[in-house]
């Protein structure tokens, strides 16, 4: 099998994924069961083509009984969506943010009860109250899938002008949440006259992130209108050049600084939240995330933990009964003994092999 068919089958992979992304976010008025089918279709060969690209096998589920001309001929049963994150973390190096893997797991969900469960017949147009549903699952999809993009931008570098048009597309489709903006608003006003601020929110695009303050530095938001919650700091820039930075969990380190181009690194981050005094002499077990899979970067921030990496935070970090590490985002650990935290298999692991 040559090359150049595997770069023409990925690269048909990739075109149908964007053409799936487009006619998703094109049918929410007419079509919302295909809306929704769609753009669930879409994130699963995204997902896939990022896979293909590191090598074909990755694509099919059970590889070893598969020849690449069954692969070629679609006569190869491929990974379900739970096993291409799975890989795409073991074999690509490429950690999908538990918030995404979750929201992408939600799609996939309401695709099935879609494809089972409803009919469209006899709805002409859907009602208000289910596209506005389904906007807000889109946004909420889209603002992951964005993100796990420019990541990737390397990789679907042929694709700029499908993911310029579904990210235009995106935006317009924002207009259906005027509706819930505007029924919030009172609620907003209310809010912001007692001193809650609100930013814009990363999602929806509505002025409607109502925002907490865990510390002088490290702040939260909560869309009251898309849901979405994201996590940011403010810090003066590093090479104190006066110029306060905000930067968000999707540009932690490598951020610049817009006034004298300083390159903000985690260990400015680490500096700037860590606010336990540790003596090197003594050994702490260091403590990782489970959200972005990152080792040590977590750092105690007066009662919360948080990740330097992600600015994902916990009120508590539990330790792993096997690996003896600490870890935030992975559950209470409560049977780590057995199987481990997101960073080691557990005593099941250990004795599997044997
Ligand atoms: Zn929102
Ligand atoms: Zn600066
Ligand atoms: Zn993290
Ligand atoms: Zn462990």
Known sequence: MSKKKLNSALRHLSESAFDFLERSVKEIKTHPKYSVIHFATAVELILKARLMREHWTLVVERTSDVSVEDFMSGKAKTVTQVDAIKRLKNACGENIPQDAVTQFGKIAAHR????????????????????????????????????LLSDWDDQFDDFKDEIATVTWRMKRLRAYLQVAFDRMKPKIDAAKKVGTAFKTCS????????????????????????????????????????????????????????????????????????????????????????QCSSLGSVVQHGETFVCTECLYSEDSAPQCDWCNERQIGGGDLEFSYHTGCEFCEGQAGWTKDD
Not at 119 to 145: N, P, Y
Not at 248 to 274: I, R
Request: net charge negative; aromatic share 8%; hydrophobic share 35%.
């Open 203 to 290: 999602g929806c695009g509505f002025d409607a992130a109502a925002v907490t303050e865990v510390s002088d530095v490290l702040f939260e938001q909560q869309c009251t209108v898309c849901g979405l919650g994201e996590a940011y700091i403010e810090i003066s820039c590093p090479n104190e050049c006066g110029e306060i930075l905000h930067i968000d969990g999707h540009n932690v380190s490598g951020m610049a600084c817009e006034k004298c181009g300083y390159e903000v690194t985690p260990e400015d981050v680490a500096d700037a939240l860590d606010t336990e005094f540790s003596d090197p002499s003594e050994f702490e077990p260091q403590i990782n995330c489970a």
């Open 112 to 147: 099935n009860r879609m494809i089972h469960f409803f009919h469209e017949a006899g709805k002409k147009k859907a009602d208000d109250a289910l596209t506005e549903e389904i906007v807000k699952e889109l946004c909420l999809c889209w603002f992951h899938l964005e993100r």
